[in-house]
């Protein structure tokens, strides 16, 4: 294992859009910096966007301002978000999407050239290229890309991250990236719990496969504070190709009915807005129609046009293009036949929902020297793609501005060769011809206690604290193995780095579940023996902190603080 | 098996050592064959079927089908990419034989056949 040591000014971990963004902002505020991406694949295609998106699900159409989002995005997340940072970041929205159009994104525009509003925060783009276009922007301004770079660990000196060590999958190469400021922006965590299909098709989940984690992972490992694990993302997908319905019930206007026909969204979930109901209600509606026996659910779609389920399939095809193939290879007419939909496992994702780090308003974490935007960054739902490129965004200011009154650290030659040692030590199982557990099969072992103890689909997201209690102390047994993980070659080693990461982020998701005794979120977490909202004891952020010395994951809360005015449980 | 390489038509990209499909994968998944050199999925039940492998390949050589526990197999759907390379047109096949065409606007930048690993030189590179 050579290594490759290099010295930046900013190091950015994880290029996906969130980093991409960073990295222009960087570069156009502080042009004497030097910058560095370090990627686990290539840049053109890595992360969520890799197959492309149809639009941007978080802008503010006419008539819409950042207080008219904050007020939706508290509504839809049932009452508590950091109201700061949804201000902050939807007022760069408008920033981030003309910067992104005039890089060569087609926007839908009507005759007039005004964007094509679809809901109140969508416009509709033919993003399949979004991704190589974002890439080559934060190329073209001058960013040393490390492609195929697997992040391990942050280089802690004193207390602040001074950059961080990889390596790489191509060569097995140690890379020892040394930073005065560091960006972790590497989407969150699937694979967590088991996924919905099996066998050949066991990754045809929602979010991206690959996003494993890593960045929690090593901010847990490195004592970072983190916020709001148990809210889980659990979306309402249709059923198999796990394609997203808001294409469908936004594209369309379809509502959800049960096998009786009845819109049991409108009628039995009226009180909190019917179809328009905040996102975990918009699961867990039909998840109590199927557990009471009136599933399969539907989004209807009976009454659109055929020239609409054209204009529909087009539109997956910018984005899911699978959903059109199945529907071929199922002869399936949405024009004919209602889609059937069903919920997703759980994923961690700080975009949709808002695990992550604990950061100020300059999404500054609670280490020195270290930034988190997009998905690994928390308190802040509903960013998707714009909202990423935002705290990107925000994040490069900060770091920037950071990285000017600071020097580079000195990194003590033992932990870098510690941290070897850690990476390579699966290989080195192989190599000395031990006996062993792979990867996968620590994949499975986790997410079948996950799935049957921590609130997995086969148990309808249901929790209380005796199970929770028993997936706390079987995960507690999963460190103890890693040190007969096997690796046989570099894809390997990176798999086997993503279980451990992912073991991690179980542990404290376990203790973020078990420590909110109430239901805040019902359909992503709901407890079974606290199973009302209760905004006297539990309007606060459930915090974490895991002891770098020993182990031990503190878990306390913080305040939540009402900045815009008004009703937090109505959408304006 | 939600990506196949068709490895008649696969023709290395003339021997590139990091050939378009291999990079553009998100999950690394793509690897020269050590006995014929052809381009081979790792493991295909990790493919997330996001499909840059397919719209890169300059030989049309990998193709995408569902799993068999998501669809039937005489189904396809297949991205063709414009010389103007502001266009994409998806041919699709039901199971009867069916063909739809969706010609969608995009903007697909081209891709090098080949291209250089930080801190590798060619001579210790080998996928």
Not at chain 1, 127 to 134: A, D, F, Q, V
Request: proline share 6%; net charge negative; charged share 25%.
């Amino acid at each position: 294992m050579e290594q490759n040591v290099i010295e930046t000014d900013i190091l950015i971990i994880g290029g996906g859009t969130a980093g991409c963004l960073a990295a222009v902002e960087l570069k156009e505020q502080y042009p004497n910096l030097s910058v560095t991406i370090m990627e686990k694949a290539h840049i053109d295609r890595s992360g969520c966007l890799a197959g492309g998106m149809n639009a941007i699900n978080a802008y503010l159409n006419p008539g819409e301002t950042p207080e008219s989002f904050v007020k939706y995005v508290r509504f839809d997340s049932c009452g508590i978000v950091r109201e700061d940072l949804v201000l902050t970041m939807s007022e760069l929205f408008e920033y981030c999407v003309k910067k992104v159009e005039k890089w060569g994104l087609p926007i839908l525009c009507d005759e007039k050239g005004n964007y094509i509003p679809r809901g109140r925060w969508n416009i509709k783009i033919n993003g399949e290229s979004l991704k190589p276009i974002i890439a080559r922007a934060a190329k073209n301004v001058g960013t040393k890309i490390l492609n195929w770079v697997v992040a391990t660990n942050y280089i802690m000196v004193n207390g602040r991250v001074a950059g961080a060590i990889g390596f790489s999958i191509r060569n097995g190469n140690l890379f020892v990236v040394k930073a005065k400021a560091t960006i972790i922006a590497t989407g969150g965590a699937a694979g967590i719990y088991k996924p919905n299909n099996a066998h050949d098709a066991q990754h045809k989940t929602w979010y991206c496969p690959y996003n494993t984690g890593a960045g929690f992972a090593m901010g847990i490992r490195a004592g970072a504070e983190m916020t709001s694990f148990e809210m889980r993302y659990i979306g309402l997908r249709v059923k198999d190709t796990i394609a997203p319905t808001g294409t469908i019930a936004l594209g369309v206007g379809a509502p959800q009915i049960n096998s009786k026909g009845e819109k049991f969204m409108a009628t039995k979930y009226a009180h909190i807005g019917g179809d328009g109901a905040p996102t975990p209600y918009r699961s867990h509606g039909p998840l109590q129609e199927i557990k009471e026996g009136r599933g399969p659910v539907f989004l209807d779609t009976r009454h659109i046009t055929p020239q609409q389920a054209r204009d529909l399939k087009s539109a997956y095809l910018d984005m899911y293009p699978s959903m059109v193939l199945y529907w071929a290879a199922n002869e399936i007419d949405p024009s004919k036949e209602p889609v059937e939909v069903q919920t997703t496992e759980p994923y961690i994702v700080g975009g949709h929902t808002q695990s992550g780090y604990w950061v100020d308003v300059n999404r500054k974490t609670t280490i020195e020297g270290l930034y988190a935007a997009g998905d690994v960054s928390g308190g802040a739902p509903y960013k998707f793609v714009s909202g990423c490129w935002a705290e990107g965004v925000i994040a490069a200011r900060a770091a920037g501005e950071y990285a000017q009154k600071v020097e580079h650290a000195d990194v003590p030659a033992e932990l870098i060769s510690a941290e070897r040692d850690r990476v390579i030590e699966p290989i080195l199982n192989f190599t000395h011809k031990k006996e062993g557990i792979k990867p996968y099969d620590m994949e499975v072992r986790l997410q079948k206690i996950m799935e049957e103890y921590a609130g997995g689909a086969a148990t309808f997201y249901e929790v209380n604290e005796e199970r929770l209690l028993v997936a706390r102390r079987r995960l507690a047994t999963l460190p103890e193995q890693f040190k007969y993980i096997i690796a046989e070659d570099l894809h390997d080693l990176m798999e086997a780095h993503e279980v451990i990461d992912r073991v991690l982020v179980a542990q404290t998701l376990v203790e973020h579940m078990l420590f909110r005794k109430e239901t805040r979120w019902p359909g992503y977490c709901t407890r079974t023996d606290y199973t009302e909202l209760d905004d006297q004891n539990w309007l606060k952020f459930v915090n974490t902190r895991r002891d770098p010395a020993t182990g031990n994951i503190e878990v306390f809360t913080r305040p939540y603080e009402q900045i815009v005015p008004g009703d937090r449980y109505k959408p304006r | 098996m939600p990506v196949v390489v068709h490895a008649d038509k696969c023709n290395t990209c003339h021997g590139a050592q990091n050939p378009p499909c291999v990079r553009m994968c998100p999950g690394d998944l793509f690897m020269k064959d050590p006995k014929t050199g052809k381009i081979i999925m790792r493991d295909p039940s990790e493919c997330w079927d996001c499909l840059p492998c397919v719209k890169v390949c300059p030989q049309e050589a990998i193709e995408f089908k569902l799993s068999y526990q998501l669809g039937f197999h005489t189904a396809k759907l297949m991205p063709h990419i414009h010389d103007t390379r502001d266009f994409i047109t998806w041919e699709l096949i039901d199971t009867k034989g069916v063909v739809d065409k969706f010609t969608i606007r995009t903007k697909v930048l081209p891709v090098e056949l080949d291209e250089k690993v930080e801190g590798v030189t060619a001579v210790d590179f080998s996928i």
